[in-house]
Structure formats: C-alpha cells, structure tokens
C-alpha cells in the first residue's frame, strides 16, 4: 500500500453509511447512477481477468458490475462496510483512501463521488495514477453544483432554496474539504499526469419533486440536519425544503456529475 498519509484536519465526513439512512443513501447512489457508471465503464478495453480498484465502494454495485462484465477481481474499499458484503469476485476491505492507496498495479481504478469530498485530492489523485498498470484505466466520477430552480410549489420556495443552499454547499461543504469545482479539473489532470485517451461526459440530472433525485437530497438533508443547522439555518427553512422536495410540483437541477477517463501509457 502507498505509504504517503494524505489525511487533513479540514476533512471530515458528514455521513454515516452504516445508519438506515447511509444504507438508503447507498441504494439511491446505486439507483441514480449505475446506469451511466456501466455506460462509461462498458466499452474500456480491458486484460482478461483484470485487477481492478473500487474506491467509495458503498453497497458494492459497482464492484459487482465490474467483475460480473470482466471476470476479474475488484478491490473493493470504503470507511464502512457495513453494507458492503462479499461476492464472487469482489474483496471488501475496511480502509481510508486518506492513508494510502492500496498496491497495485490495478487494470482499472474506479472512484465515484469521492475525491470532490477530501482536501487532499491531487496527492490521492498522483497516487492512483501510480497505481494504475501500463495501459490501465482511471474512472473518476465528481459532482459540480448546478442549484437552479425551476419550478417552486410556492414563491417563498426561492428564499428558502437560497437558504439551504448557502448552508450545505458554501459552509458545510467547504469546511469538510469538499471541492465543487474539481470535477472540471480532473480532464486537465488527467493530460498533465500523462495520461491519453482522456475524455470526459457531463451529466446535469433534473430532480422532480418526490422523484428520487429529490428524495437522496432529502435524505443527505437529515444525514446532516446537526451541521446545517449550525449554520444558522432555521428547523422551519429545513422541513419547508424537504416538504417542497417531496412536492409533485417542484422541479431543479442539484449538480451536475462529470466522468473522466483516462489511459496510463504501455510504454
């Protein structure tokens, strides 16, 4: 395992995937984006019997998908893994990125709403690179704000939108070591680390009220109902937000969700 410990006091985690609500949290995850994550990892031309990497591994869909479509064997890593169990060709492990990268070489890394979470995301990020095997694959999976609103059930909403807003993505966030704006860099990163056949696709989901794009944001909501508050936001702003989640009225845009890829040069 790379021994360089990356881990910042800044960092902290504002979720807790093994409580009821992270394990709903992990099937919304699972829901939401297997598809497009089996879309971007379906066409990478892979070894027989590939040594892969799952990082952020949540309930293991995508451990599963991977060794399920390759026949190889998938590395699977996360803080908790509660809900993580052990299948043919997946090997869980309870392990922080934040103090090493796990030995590889790998034939594809694969990270899905991780590093946009920890401080230290461009030493992780040189990390992986190392790790990949000559002609392996790195995935990364980031998420951007979009925050735009474009239905309210009622005018009084905006306000309250603005408010919630303010509180989990430019205080919350910003003091747990997230960075909203690395999914946009990670193309550039890619090209300076060496990497070819970088590409990347740009996905801005629509959230419809009580639609499951709403209710995983309902749900993150209560995850990190004590931090938002702290903030100053008020309990009346907090249920009017999810109240209005849940209204089959609503309709906005969250964030956006960029895929990245990249090649490690055979030679």
């Known amino acids: 395992m790379t021994t360089m410990k990356t881990t910042s006091p800044d960092d902290h985690y504002l979720f807790d995937s093994g409580s009821d609500l992270g394990a709903q949290q992990l099937n919304s995850l699972s829901a939401l984006f297997d598809g497009n994550t089996r879309s971007i990892l379906s066409p990478l031309l892979l070894p027989d019997s590939p040594h892969c990497l799952e990082i952020g591994a949540g309930n293991g869909s995508v451990a599963r998908m991977i060794a399920e479509q390759t026949g190889g064997q998938v590395v699977a890593i996360d803080l908790d893994t ?39 995301r461009r030493e992780i990020f040189a990390q992986l690179v190392d790790e990949l095997a000559p002609g392996g694959w790195l995935v990364l999976a980031d998420v951007g704000l979009a925050e735009e609103l474009l239905v309210a059930p009622q005018e009084s909403d905006h306000d309250v939108w603005a408010k919630y807003n303010d509180a989990a993505y430019r205080q919350i966030g910003p003091a747990a070591g997230h960075d909203y704006s690395w999914a946009d860099q990670i193309e550039a990163a890619m090209l300076d680390a060496g990497l070819t056949d970088v590409a990347a696709e740009h996905v801005v989901p629509l959230g419809r009220g009580g639609g499951p794009w709403a209710m995983y944001h309902s749900n993150l909501s209560r995850q990190a109902e004590a931090p938002l508050l702290s903030t100053g936001l008020s309990m009346e702003d907090m249920e009017r937000y999810r109240t209005m989640l849940a209204d089959p009225e609503f309709r906005a845009r969250f964030f956006s969700l960029t895929y990245t890829i990249g090649r490690k040069p055979t030679a």
């Open 82 to 120: 509660t809900h993580l169990p052990k299948s043919l060709g997946v090997e869980p492990r309870r392990h922080d990125i934040r103090e090493g990268v796990p030995v590889g070489p790998f034939d594809l890394i694969h990270a899905r709403l991780v590093l946009t979470h920890l401080s230290a």
